[in-house]
């Protein structure tokens, strides 16, 4: 047993110390500099520091920090600082030759240090560029000390230094991490645009091996889906992982089986706001922190008498304790709140908070609900202590985010949501190919606003429903004709009010790509209206094929009994149990990359003949392409618990994700003005 458990730890401390030496490391450059550190780092130290930055900055010493983007014009000149240490993730040289110049040109630094997590090799260079002046940086650290002496008052001799390191895990929970940089990776739909994120997928393929070097790790590489495939094959072949391959023969280096899967697979499981997680509430009801994909806006304004003076000053769910994390995505409501409700009460009779203590007198308490824990804390706001406060912060956080969920505006239109998602399943399971399911979303559409539903909620809607029903049912062309219709005239309707609003930051995705119209004219808005929905309905019908290559998976319907109703099942839930599955047999749609063919230079690929097995190996991790639902985590860890197995099992995937990202990332990102 002792030996199962150090197993099941070591992957999870490898991890928290690859990921506390690399911001060691970094903190080692920073020193008496101004630092500049871009969206998917600050994310990235966000996670590792608990909420926690400017403390982490503060004792490394560092004189000023700034916002490291693009957009960024209002860079102002640091005062009295001859060092400059910038932290990018990004591999468009385009971005440095614009942003490091504009920063270098405003300020007279005479040391610049370059902490970039983008190889040498996968820098976005023109193929004017010579190869001998990509390597180890050598145009871009050129262009930086130019741009360093064209503000130099005398001729100082300007160091540079460009440092790898690969920033791009958060670790969220034990056992789930997340790859800010990576957040917008995702399979396309249509195969034929594979190569066209071969750039991002070198930088994706070049991080995992950075990490695989620090863990000493060779790997078996699986996948299931083409776009995952063609990763797969990439980090199989890549020169400095064949290297790193090489120098581990013969060596006791331990193994580790990574499984790549794409998430359009599955957009079913994505776009449910059916689930027990409360997690996925939370990230459903409340804003993103600005510029973040994993974390969001809590406010913090209910602990405090004087509220205005925390407006500005949001929470959030990052923390150390990953016990907190862990609670949110795996248990049920009723036990959350409990959990939640007692951490208050201990809190509030702690020996060491006297003043909370003096003014509480614990009660019994039958029915614990969202607003019995909003009166535990306006216990806070009573005593204004500020010091007892601070001591449970990251407790608080959570609690308040949990209270602003349950209690969301949104609700009542989330449980809508979940009552249709239902109805729909059961609609399919009975009445299969004479469905009436789009007759009824068009006539949803239709009365939308009626109903207190968005349109952006709808089209999450559809995408749930043709990534269930996939290939096995075909929906009547009157059908889709109609449905098509009704998109066509909510998108009118949409455009025409919003084009009577001015913009604001609160607009969803869908308001912003309508927002883009740049027409006033009825009868072109209606014509792209109707652009817009035949592009919506091609893509609905290319999601319903994505698993139709498959063999296993092709459905995400499951009916146990013929006296149970029909469940959905997503795909991380069929792959897990059947790795997991005692008997080891042979899974068709897990494809293996076959090293020894590869490492003879054959370049052979073993389409679904697993020459091992996942479990031969110690260490599982699980990367979707793509995104992964607080949902799928808390059900494919219970179907961990209900395995005997002595392997660790990490979930990882580009972002956590809500079903309105899906909206954006498959449905409107593509749309043609």
Not at 126 to 141: I, M
Not at 379 to 390: G, N, P
Not at 542 to 566: C, D
Not at 611 to 625: A, E, G, S
Request: proline share 3%.
């Amino acid at each position: 047993m002792l030996c199962f458990l150090i197993n099941i730890m070591e992957g999870i401390n490898d991890l928290e110390q690859f990921l506390a030496d690399t911001w060691h490391d970094i903190a080692g450059f920073v020193s008496e500099s101004a630092v500049y550190i871009d969206h998917a780092a600050t994310e990235c130290l966000h996670w590792y520091t608990g909420g926690k930055i400017h403390s982490f900055f503060k004792d490394t010493g560092v004189v000023s920090i700034y916002e490291l983007a693009m957009y960024n014009f209002r860079y102002v000149k640091v005062q009295n600082c001859k060092k400059v240490v910038i932290i990018s993730t990004s591999t468009n040289l385009a971005f440095y030759q614009r942003t490091v110049k504009m920063i270098l040109e405003k300020n007279a630094f005479e040391h610049c240090t370059i902490i970039t997590a983008a190889h040498s090799s996968v820098l976005n260079y023109e193929d004017t560029v010579p190869l001998e002046d990509r390597v180890d940086y050598v145009k871009l650290k050129r262009d930086v000390k130019s741009w360093m002496h064209s503000n130099q008052q005398s001729q100082v001799d300007c160091s540079v230094t460009i440092v790898f390191r690969p920033v791009f895990i958060s670790l969220i929970d034990n056992g789930l991490f997340v790859t800010p940089p990576l957040s917008d990776l995702l399979s396309p739909l249509n195969n034929e645009l594979l190569k066209n994120s071969e750039n991002t997928v070198d930088h994706f393929v070049n991080l995992f091996n950075s990490l695989l070097t620090y863990l000493n790790l060779k790997e078996d590489i699986y996948s299931v889906g083409k776009y995952s495939e063609y990763v797969a094959e990439k980090l199989e072949t890549s020169s400095m992982a064949i290297d790193r391959r090489n120098n581990l023969v013969g060596a006791k280096g331990k193994g580790v089986s990574l499984i790549f899967v794409d998430r359009t697979l599955d957009l079913c499981t994505s776009t449910s706001n059916n689930t027990e997680s409360l997690l996925a509430r939370i990230l459903c009801t409340l804003p993103h922190l600005p510029h973040h994909c994993n974390d969001v806006a809590i406010n913090m304004s209910p602990l405090f008498r004087s509220a205005q003076k925390f407006d500005h000053v949001p929470g959030c769910l990052a923390s150390n304790d990953k016990t907190l994390m862990n609670i949110l995505i795996t248990k049920k409501q009723k036990e959350v709140l409990a959990t939640m409700n007692k951490m208050l009460i201990d809190i509030l009779s702690a020996k060491e908070n006297l003043k909370l203590r003096e003014n509480f007198k614990p009660k019994l308490t039958t029915r614990i609900s969202a607003h019995s824990l909003e009166k535990l804390v306006n216990k806070f706001k009573d005593i204004d202590d500020l010091q007892a406060i601070s001591d449970s912060s990251k407790k608080l956080q959570a609690v308040l985010g949990i209270i602003q969920a349950l209690t969301s505006e949104k609700t009542s239109r989330l449980e809508l949501l979940i009552s249709l998602e239902k109805l729909v399943l059961q609609n399919i399971a009975v009445s299969r190919d004479s469905t009436s399911v789009l007759g009824q979303l068009s006539n949803i559409i239709k009365t939308r606003e009626k109903r207190g539903l968005d349109t952006d909620n709808i089209l999450a809607l559809l995408v749930h429903i043709y990534a269930l029903v996939g290939t096995e049912i075909q929906f009547s062309p009157q059908q889709e004709q109609q449905l098509e219709e009704a998109i066509t005239d909510a998108v009118f309707e949409d455009t025409t009010k919003f084009k009577k609003n001015t913009m604001n930051s609160n607009m969803s995705m869908y308001q912003q790509t309508l927002s883009l119209f740049g027409v006033a004219n009825a009868e072109i808005i209606k014509e792209k209206s109707a652009k817009i929905a035949k592009h919506i309905m091609n893509i609905l019908h290319e999601i319903a094929q994505q698993r139709a290559p498959l063999h296993n998976y092709t459905s995400l319907m499951s009916k146990s009994s013929s006296q149970e109703i029909v469940q959905r099942i997503g795909i991380l839930q069929q792959l897990l149990k059947d790795i997991l599955h005692p008997d080891r047999y042979e899974i068709p749609d897990l494809h293996q990359r076959s090293p020894s063919f590869i490492s003879a230079g054959f370049n052979l690929f073993s389409k679904g003949r697993i020459k091992h097995h996942p479990c031969d190996n110690n260490w599982i991790i699980i990367y979707v392409i793509g995104g992964i639902t607080p949902e799928e985590i808390r059900e494919t860890k219970e179907m961990i618990s209900l395995f005997n197995t002595n392997c660790q099992i990490t979930i990882a995937g580009s972002r956590l994700l809500n079903p309105l990202d899906i909206v954006d990332k498959v449905l409107l990102s593509s749309i043609d003005y």
